[in-house]
């Protein structure tokens, strides 16, 4: 599966032997279908975004945070488009990170790589973080509380002594276990969950809808078009996950087919949802009074006076993180195999379980090492780090697209991106310009994890590469 006579930076995997070698049926299980896939997406999308970052777009955007989500949206769209085309064609493990491998060569492949590692990887623990909020909150309700310093990570929270959050530790730990003992058990506990959590969404919005004041959305944009774009960049966090289905492609059935619709579908359904919740919540709720608040969604119908709806959104929460939880680390896992796999990163995160037929090593270091930074990193630390790590993705495989129809526009394809070059570019300068809307030390952040990553590359990754002359 490799062109040993290219030494340079840019050298690229043969992707007619990648293809064989899946079509052969080496690799992982195949095991996933396309609804399977729809639902692992929805499971990655709707979470923390639907449940925590609704009250705080509507802080920056007013009523308008419904356009901040159709503009996110819109961006996202773009980018699956051009993320289902690849993965039809290319279903390997490692997502993105394998399609620049095929396309722009070994580095860029090499940094895209090492930027999914921030996404996923910080991702699963910001989510933890959040879960162990709402679960400690219902806890509560049942009067249980934990030690305080056994709540949050030191310095969270201002004049309070903590230690480590131990329940977001725990909630990462436990996910591993499952992902671990294997893929097909991981599908139906991930589906059960979605169910659950689309009906406390769909309840959402059957209750909530009666409730709703027409004058709560005037006026609409209070703090003009900046304030709609700055909530865009916000937001976006909610969208983070319909491409960690793509990390699957390698355990799919009839990939060509069910990538496309799982990629697609689970963007579409969460962009209504996402839609549709806003609306109504900023109806109910005058804008101002989202301030402070990290359960937006059920202070809502707190506000409406359905109480007893808003201790199920609570419960929703905590099982909508769950899932995101579980895909977050599963697309991780998936990306470190395939580099692994590769010669990039040590062989041993490459095993096989003999037994599970999982990366278990693999799948066990990512839950180790992102529950420790769940236990002990604030989540404000982690969030727009998320961001800006997804943007750059999102902008190079839209390149990667335009790259392979030059360079290889007789390879089979099981679905195209419809309007190409203009979609694709579309969706680059769309990542691109929400990137240009977060914060200097986001962007100071991200080059330094960068840098490092280069240090790696050129210090190990690139002379132990299954590329490297006498691998």
Not at 107 to 127: N, P, R
Not at 158 to 169: E, K, M, Q, R, S
């Amino acid at each position: 599966t490799i062109q040993r006579d290219n030494v340079s930076i840019f050298r690229t995997k043969d992707i007619d032997a990648m293809i064989g070698a899946h079509a052969s049926g080496e690799g992982l299980k195949k095991v996933l279908g396309a609804m399977d896939l729809v639902l692992l997406g929805i499971g990655a999308i709707i979470g923390t975004g639907i449940f925590v970052l609704t009250g705080t777009g509507a802080l920056t955007a007013g009523p308008s945070l419904v356009l901040s989500f159709l503009l996110a949206g819109l961006a996202c769209g773009f980018a699956a488009l051009c993320y289902a085309e690849f993965a039809s064609t290319i279903p390997v493990s490692g997502s993105i990170y394998t399609y620049a491998y095929s396309t722009l060569g070994e580095l860029v492949a090499w940094i895209i790589g090492w930027d999914l590692i921030l996404e996923y990887g910080l991702a699963t623990s910001a989510v933890s973080v959040g879960w162990s909020g709402y679960c400690q909150s219902l806890l509560a309700g049942f009067g249980i509380n934990l030690p305080q310093i056994l709540t949050a990570a030191p310095g969270a929270i201002p004049g309070v002594t903590t230690f480590i959050n131990l329940p977001a530790a725990l909630i990462m730990l436990a996910v591993t276990f499952i992902l671990s003992r294997g893929m097909r058990e991981s599908a139906k506990l991930n589906n059960v969950m979605v169910a659950i959590k689309l009906s406390v969404v769909i309840l959402f919005i059957a209750v909530g809808i009666w409730h709703v004041k027409p004058e709560n959305w005037q006026p609409f944009m209070p703090f003009g078009a900046s304030g709609m774009m700055n909530a865009a960049a916000i937001v976006f966090f909610a969208f983070i996950g319909f491409d960690a289905v793509t990390s699957a492609a390698e355990e799919v059935k009839n990939p060509k087919r069910d990538l496309p619709i799982g990629i697609i579908g689970s963007l579409a359904a969460c962009t209504t949802l996402y839609v549709i919740v806003s609306l109504i919540m900023t109806g109910i709720v005058p804008f101002q009074k989202f301030a402070g608040v990290d359960h937006p969604v059920s202070l809502a119908l707190q506000y409406a006076g359905q109480n007893w709806v808003a201790g199920f959104i609570d419960l929703g929460a905590i099982i909508g993180m769950t899932t995101v939880i579980l895909v977050m680390a599963y697309g991780q896992s998936r990306i470190l195999f395939a580099m692994s796999r590769d010669g990039l990163l040590p062989k041993k995160l490459s095993s096989i379980h003999p037994r599970y037929a999982t990366p278990y090593f693999t799948t066990w270091t990512v839950g180790v090492v992102f529950s420790t930074i769940a236990a002990l990193v604030p989540l404000n630390v982690l969030a727009e780090l998320i961001n800006i790590g997804t943007l750059a993705a999102f902008t190079l495989i839209s390149i990667a697209v335009l790259i392979l129809r030059k360079t290889r526009p007789d390879l089979p394809r099981g679905f195209r991106c419809p309007g190409a070059p203009v979609v694709p570019a579309l969706s680059a300068a769309m990542c691109l310009f929400l990137m240009m809307f977060l914060q200097a030390f986001t962007w100071y952040a991200f080059l330094i994890w960068m840098v490092a990553g280069l240090l790696v590359y050129f210090c190990y990754a690139r002379r132990n590469s299954n590329l490297h002359p006498g691998n």
